[in-house]
């Protein structure tokens, strides 16, 4: 079975552009978790769907958008970019809908913001 | 800010000696889940206890929990070199949590052969 797949795996943008980061979850795992890690503050929470439904969300400014699809494939979307948006982004899936589900996480994509 | 606090933040050894972690975490949780990442890579699930266990095994990994100190460790028996990786620790925070899992800073464990 394949495992989580992102694209691309490594973005360079300049200040003021947006981006859109792509994830596939595991086949037959319909939510999809997305986070952001920095050296300085580690592994964040960004937000949760199932089912194209937004069911969790972290504190992120509003310029941190996600969607998903009937596939469960699902986009996060980062408009005008701050430097400070330099990081490693994760999506992860999960098979069960509630608590006790293992995270699985693709290999990231790495934005550079110059 | 990081719910869990993780001790050592590095940690270096030799092969086939013992490594142990510790996490805190601050408040209740359902579940906690520890995660290994190798460098620039995602994050591989390792384990998982729930709050009603207080020690679990899978392969050379034992995890405990206290639930009243609101702690963990994580063991690696006899360490391979494959096992250099940053180790990390996750809660839930009780309630409903749909995905979101608060992470520790992270144990840096290197295996020397």
């Known amino acids: 079975k394949a495992g989580v797949t992102q694209t691309p795996r490594y973005l360079i943008k300049t200040r003021g552009q947006q981006v859109t980061l792509s994830c596939s979850p595991i086949s037959g795992h319909r939510s999809v978790s997305w986070y952001q890690q920095t050296p300085g503050q580690g592994l964040q929470f960004l937000f949760e769907y199932f089912s194209e439904t937004q069911r969790n969300k972290g504190n992120f400014p509003g310029r941190f958008s996600g969607r998903q699809f009937s596939n469960s494939r699902s986009e996060m979307n980062v408009s005008t970019l701050e430097l400070g948006d330099s990081a490693l982004y994760l999506c992860?899936?999960?098979?069960?809908?509630?608590?006790?589900?293992?995270?699985?996480f693709g290999n990231g994509t790495r934005l550079t913001v110059t | 800010s990081q719910q869990g606090e993780e001790d050592p933040q590095a940690l270096s050894i030799q092969e086939g000696e013992n490594a142990t972690m510790n996490c805190s975490y601050k408040?209740?949780?359902?579940?906690l889940q520890w995660y290994r990442q190798n460098s620039g890579r995602g994050l591989v699930h390792l384990i998982l206890?729930?709050?009603?266990?207080r020690e679990k095994h899978s392969g050379r990994l034992r995890v405990t929990l206290d639930t009243s100190k609101k702690s963990s460790s994580l063991l690696i028996t006899a360490s391979r070199a494959a096992d250099t990786a940053s180790y990390f620790c996750?809660?839930?925070?009780?309630?409903?949590?749909?995905?979101?899992?608060?992470f520790g800073q992270g144990t840096i464990l290197t295996v020397h052969p």
């Open positions: 992860a899936s999960s098979r069960l809908q509630g608590q006790n589900s293992p995270l699985h």
């Open positions: 206890i729930r709050s009603n266990e």
């Open positions: 408040t209740s949780i359902n579940n």
């Open positions: 996750a809660t839930d925070g009780g309630g409903t949590s749909y995905g979101k899992l608060t």
